[in-house]
């Protein structure tokens, strides 16, 4: 028989139950958990997306933001206002009843796009689980581009090389990011593939390392077999050095130089280890400056600023081009300040292989014409090929017939060390001649040559008096 005060007790926790209605504390306590939805990441400048979230109990679920600053959201709709660039997180939650316990926040990360301007994605791997891939974007004003995931439980991503690793299936989504300028790409894994050996790895670049005596090899993507890859084997071509490292990029030492050798690279994973690349040279680009003392224009001097390839593995130089200034043009300002007139030259047409100082090197030069005939062939004028520093006596190329206004620059690559200062004697090897019509006086050109290096002074007697090589980022 039940007690009075029994009753009394079970009235007053149905009374209490009847007034907190169905969203009181959670009595059995079930799990459950929520899932995001597929979206499609928002287009550049678009502005507003919605965003869709289920909980496993068929409750309603809230939406808010971890990052008011870039976004906004309707706690109830889920519409999601993008406020600035930049990868926008949203949350959604499910409070629980009295039948399920409050379930894990879940969270959704949004990259939102208004400037992509000239920053764009010019590569885009495929990749399943466990593969590597670059992804690859460009700016047009060349500032470095840096890279994020946005999505880590689906792939990581080397912030400097953009090499994207995959750790998980579904939707990958990168943001690039130059300066002020951003872009997103999503990448679709798929399920590991094998288990087997890796792949060959592709798409691989070596280039100086940032000490003489070292290269860095980078590996663009890697089939991984169906399971983790290890590390890389490198070795030389010619053999004689091997080196290895657990990603890319991985920096290999050949001292005391690198010139002359090729490299390939094979995968390790558990199950063993690939065939090896073909053999790649090293190709790195450099930044130079030049420049020539004019007595009769100073402040202003010559310069001539410009960027060249060097293959140090068959010691060739390419794309030699740059600027040259005009001495006889601008005001009392010095460079880099100078408001001098610059020419454009974009040809390499000549490349001479010289011994200077006991160490072997190339001049190359660089012209403002598809052309090298900038100065008098004219043996009667001390003229030989038309554009040899000191001959022709200065006079411009076909005197005194029409003059093609030509001009060029010369400078002095290291293969073996590119950005060693240059010797005394390498330095008296650079040259200029400028024949275009702010380098004129009269019918002789401008030029720069030094008294060791051609026998002669320029034609106001300018003569060169340094060159500086940096190597640039790859």
Known sequence: MTSSSSVSWLSAWALLAMACGDDGPAVEADPQTIAFAALVPPSVGQA???????????????????????????????????????????????????????????????????TQEDLTIAEVPSLNVFDTGRLRAVDSDAVAVSYASMTPWICLVDGGTGLVTALASGDCAVLASAGDKQVSQTIAVGPAVGPTIPGVPTG???????????????????????????????????????????????????????????????????????????????VTGYAV???????????????FVGSFTLDATTGTVSNLRGRLSESMTGGATPYP????????LDHQLSTVPVSL???????????????TETLSSS?????????????????????????????????????????????????????????????????????????????SLGSMSGYPVSQTTTKQQN
């Open 48 to 114: 507003q997306v919605v965003v869709s979230a289920t909980a496993s109990s068929g409750l309603p679920v809230r939406y808010g933001s971890l990052t008011p600053d870039l976004c906004s959201v309707d706690r109830v709709t889920g519409l999601v206002t993008g406020l600035s660039s930049g990868p926008c997180t949203v949350t959604a939650d499910q409070a629980g009843n009295t039948h399920y316990a409050p379930a894990p926040q879940a969270m959704l990360e949004i990259a939102f796009v208004f």
């Open 204 to 282: 691989v670049e070596v280039f100086a390392g940032d000490s003489p005596g070292s290269v860095v090899v980078q590996i663009s993507g890697t089939i991984s077999g169906g399971v983790p890859i290890a590390g890389y084997t490198i070795v030389s071509v010619p053999p004689g050095l091997v080196a290895s490292g657990s990603s890319s990029p991985i920096v290999a030492n050949c001292q005391p130089s690198c010139a002359g050798l090729a490299f390939s690279v094979s995968a390790v994973n558990e199950l063993g280890q690939s065939m090896p690349s073909l053999p790649v040279d090293i």
């Open 289 to 303: 400056t030049a420049t020539f003392y004019e007595p009769d224009t100073q402040p202003n001097d010559t310069i």
């Open 337 to 344: 300040h100078d408001t001098m007139t610059w020419l454009t």
């Open 357 to 371: 100082d006991g160490a072997s090197g190339l001049l190359a030069t660089t012209f403002a014409l598809d052309s």
């Open 379 to 455: 043996p009667s004028f001390g003229g030989t090929d038309g554009f040899s520093p000191g001959t022709g006596t200065g006079l411009y190329f076909g005197y005194p017939g029409p003059n093609p206004a030509n001009a060029y620059a010369r400078i002095f690559v290291n293969p073996a060390d590119p950005t060693a200062p240059p010797t005394q004697a390498q330095i008296d090897k650079l040259a200029y001649a400028d024949c275009t019509p702010g380098g004129m006086m009269g019918a002789t050109c401008m030029t720069g040559t030094s008294l060791a290096g051609y026998g």
